[in-house]
T-cell receptor, first 113, second 109 residues
């Protein structure tokens, strides 16, 4: 069964450094998403992406964040200058057109020290 | 703004039926989804309602009343493996999805 993959599974970085989280959505899906989840808390929407542009972004997704689909398979989230409060699990998700269920990847645990 | 309310914790015994309620206030509404998340895992899709009424998928059913901004997830014949967190989520008109805080379900023998 096709699945969303994410790399790395765990990323440790120092405050102020840039990080890029990578995702490979399911191949025939057209809608892509990034979420984050601070340990023990709810899943928070960051951004959605369709047709090579951002559809919607939350108040969390400020100028420090950017997304890109550099080729036909990868979808990346960049955090330009990480803060301690960016430490969280970051989930990528994708869905097919005219379907509502989103398929989540296993997540990247980001630790900012 | 947007807000979703669901109980923080529910406990039930194996074989029982449990209902997890969700009320929402959103500026745009496209549908109500339910996701399950086991500790350390990723959310997995359970159910979706765009229209009023009941959707059934095996042991799980989900209900929506748009006029009441209310929905619920019904889990029947509870099994130990159903112990997890359950999130309701509202899809908006701009391809976003906002999650509730989650309900932690504990199933006891």
């Amino acid at each position: 069964e096709p699945e969303v993959t994410q790399t790395p599974s765990h990323q440790v970085t120092q405050m102020g450094q840039e990080v890029i989280l990578r995702c490979v959505p399911i191949s025939n899906h057209l809608y892509f998403y990034w979420y984050r989840q601070i340990l023990g808390q709810k899943v928070e929407f960051l951004v959605s992406f369709y047709n090579n542009e951002i559809s919607e972004k939350s108040e969390i997704f400020d100028d420090q964040f950017s997304v890109e689909r550099p080729d036909g398979s990868n979808f990346t989230l960049k955090i330009r200058s990480t803060k301690l409060e960016d430490s969280a699990m970051y989930f990528c998700a994708s869905r097919a057109a005219s379907r509502y269920e989103q398929y989540f990847g296993p997540g990247t645990r980001l630790t900012v020290t | 703004g947007q807000s979703l309310e669901q109980p923080s914790e529910v406990t039930a015994v194996e074989g029982a039926i449990v209902q997890i309620n969700c009320t929402y206030q959103t500026s745009g509404f496209y549908g109500l989804s339910w996701y399950q998340q086991h500790d350390g895992g990723a959310p997995t899709f359970l159910s979706y309602n765009a229209l009023d009424g009941l959707e059934e998928t095996g042991r799980f059913s989900s209900f929506l009343s748009r006029s009441d901004s209310y929905g619920y997830l019904l889990l029947q014949e509870l099994q130990m493996k159903d112990s997890a967190s359950y999130f309701c989520a509202v899809g908006g008109n701009n391809n976003d999805m906002r999650f509730g805080a989650g309900t932690r379900l504990t199933v006891k023998p």
